[in-house]
Every structure is written in C-alpha cells, then in structure tokens.
C-alpha cells in the first residue's frame, strides 16, 4: 500500500503560480509512476500531469503544456507540479495518483493510489 498527501494549494491571482508537492509513504521501494489529476465542479476528474519513475518521461494536457511542469524526488519520495501563469480554468481540487508500475498513464483507472486532493483557486 501507498499512502499520498497533498499540499501547497490555495488561493492565487490569474497569472500567478503555485507549487504543489505529493508526499508518498508505505510501500515505496516499488517503482511507480506519478500523475496528477483535477476535478473542477460538476467535471470530471481530468488527467494533468504525469512522470514514469525515473522521471525521464513526462506527460501533460494539452491544456496545461508550457505552463505546468511536473517533477519528482525519488530520495524524498515526492512528486511535484509546478503550476505557473495560473488561469481561472484552472481551478479545481488538483489529486495526486501512483500507481505501480513505471510508465507514464494518462487515465485515472490505471492509477491505485489516491491523495485527498488540494484545492486550487485562481480569482480572475
């Protein structure tokens, strides 16, 4: 079992940025790879960011490509998403997922591991 918790959410202007970090703990050793999803209200949850577990290949929406980057610390078990030039679209609770095996998913089903989830405001 993994555990993952969320932090650095909060309020920020439009074109601003934030950090978020995922803290992973439990069954670390295994290899697995990070993604982070978000879910606006009355939307369902999308696929954002994702990196395999070396951290060699990452993946993005279309609609966060340039602005967002996604990064990992295996020695601190954390993956985090740099989230810049923030938008209002952007707002939503912003999850974290693993899931064990290597490479990068761009779907929420092929991730086992759930953060909480922060949110994310962006006031225009």
């Known amino acids: 079992q993994v555990q993952l918790v969320e932090s650095g959410g909060g309020l920020v202007q439009a074109g601003g940025s934030l950090r978020l970090s995922c803290a992973a703990s439990g069954r670390t050793r295994r290899t697995y790879a990070m993604g982070w999803f978000r879910q606006a209200p009355g939307k369902e949850r999308e696929f954002v960011a994702g990196?395999?577990?070396?951290?060699?290949?990452?993946d993005y929406a279309d609609s966060v490509k340039g602005r967002f980057t996604i990064s990992r610390d295996n020695n601190k078990n954390t993956s985090y998403l740099q989230m810049n030039s923030l938008k209002p679209e952007d707002t939503a609770v912003y999850f974290c997922?693993?899931?064990?095996?290597?490479?990068?998913?761009?779907?929420?089903?092929?991730?086992?591991?759930w953060g909480q989830g922060t949110q994310v405001t962006v006031s225009s």
């Open positions: 997922a693993a899931r064990a095996i290597g490479n990068v998913a761009t779907y929420s089903a092929a991730y086992s591991y």
């Open positions: 990196i395999s577990w070396s951290g060699g290949t990452t």
